[in-house]
């Protein structure tokens, strides 16, 4: 089955440009053009991502994505915000809300489509790992199923996004070893953009702040990157 994707852009002529994009490359399309359209079809259709404009009538896109957040039917659907506010905090901004991933106006419609794919791939459990599950790993309070997609601290689950579980399990099976941001965002993003280290500082604050009282397992390593603590359990 093709995988979904929930267009919410109130600009025709950028909808039917993403649109064809993403239908060439085989994911079914659907569009809405405002923000509280686009709550109810995502809980109508449950997509499995949702390109989203920050600059919509009504509900802008920072509190669409807030609310997809919020809502436990919604929580899961991945976010690319696609936009023209190009400057560095509405990027951070947007991240530390849950987006997975930003895009900024003027856009290269293929690299768009891979971006897409790569976030969809991070969600995608594959018939490999379910018959084949690897073994849970287990640091000080930190335990990680990988192939069941979970992750928890002192038996608690944690409520991770495809990204941030996909960067802590490549940070604890690389335990002890510093990994630098353009590391990072290659093996868990799947690119290497100048000027994208910044996604992954976000994303480390947000997986800190989800650790809770267990956040010092992920050291920050000035000038270079971050590392998972190895003098653990």
Not at 161 to 189: C, D, H, I, M, P
């Amino acid at each position: 089955m093709s995988e979904r994707i929930l267009v919410v852009e109130d600009e025709p002529d950028i909808v039917e440009v993403v649109s064809y994009n993403l239908r060439q490359a085989g994911m079914a399309v659907e569009a809405a053009e405002d923000g509280e359209s686009a709550l109810e079809m995502a809980e109508q259709s449950q997509p499995n991502l949702i390109i989203l404009d920050l600059m919509l009538p009504g509900i802008d896109g920072l509190e669409v994505c807030r609310l997809l957040k919020q809502r436990v039917s919604l929580r899961g659907i991945p976010v690319l915000m696609l936009t023209a506010k190009a400057e560095e905090v509405d990027r951070i901004v947007g991240l530390e809300l849950g987006a997975d991933d930003y895009v900024v106006k003027p856009f290269s419609p293929r690299e768009l489509v891979l971006r897409v794919q790569k976030i969809l791939s991070r969600t995608a459990k594959a018939p490999a790992e379910a018959e084949a599950p690897e073994d849970r790993i287990t640091a000080g309070p930190l335990t990680i199923d990988p192939g069941g997609h979970h992750a928890f601290v002192d038996g608690q689950p944690l409520e991770l996004t495809a990204t941030e579980f996909k960067l802590l399990l490549t940070l604890v099976k690389r335990r002890g070893r510093v990994q630098s941001r353009e590391e990072l965002l290659n093996v868990v993003w799947g690119y290497q953009y100048p000027g994208y280290g910044r996604t992954v500082d976000t994303h480390i604050r947000r997986l800190r702040e989800k650790l809770g009282e267990a956040h010092s397992l992920v050291e920050t390593v000035r000038g270079v990157g971050y590392r998972f603590r190895r003098d653990l359990g």
